[in-house]
């Protein structure tokens, strides 16, 4: 079993930034990759940025140039840099493990808030 859990969520105006991170702990053998996804009220879980076992970063066309993903091996630490928040970031950001054979395992979310 693999348990995430996210922090660095929070209030924020509008050009702030934030950093998440999302702390992994449990049985991550067999990991494919990470990531995060956001769901703001009313609309679908979407994603902002993954990267896999190999250090391939993707992010999503909404942040790109804002936002960056990175992950501390040693710490088996997932992190979200968030620049220049807007307003339509506010949502429940989740990070997530993928792991070979097993599935997917979803961290419990954290809110970012972005005031205009």
């Known amino acids: 079993h693999v348990h995430l859990v996210e922090s660095g969520g929070g209030v924020v105006q509008a050009v702030g930034s934030l950093r998440l991170s999302c702390a992994a702990s449990?049985?991550?053998?067999?990991?494919?990759?990470m990531g995060w996804y956001r769901q703001a009220p009313g609309k679908q879980r979407e994603m902002v940025a993954t990267?896999?076992?190999?250090?391939?970063?993707n992010h999503a066309d909404s942040v790109k140039g804002r936002f960056a993903i990175s992950r501390d091996n040693a710490k088996n630490t997932l992190y979200l840099q968030m620049n220049s928040l807007k307003p339509e970031d506010t949502a429940v950001y989740y990070c997530?493990?993928?792991?070979?054979?097993?599935?997917?395992?979803w961290g419990q979310g954290t809110q970012v808030t972005v005031s205009s």
């Open positions: 449990g049985d991550l053998f067999g990991l494919n990759g």
């Open positions: 997530y493990s993928d792991h070979m054979r097993r599935g997917v395992y």
């Open positions: 990267i896999t076992s190999g250090g391939r970063k």
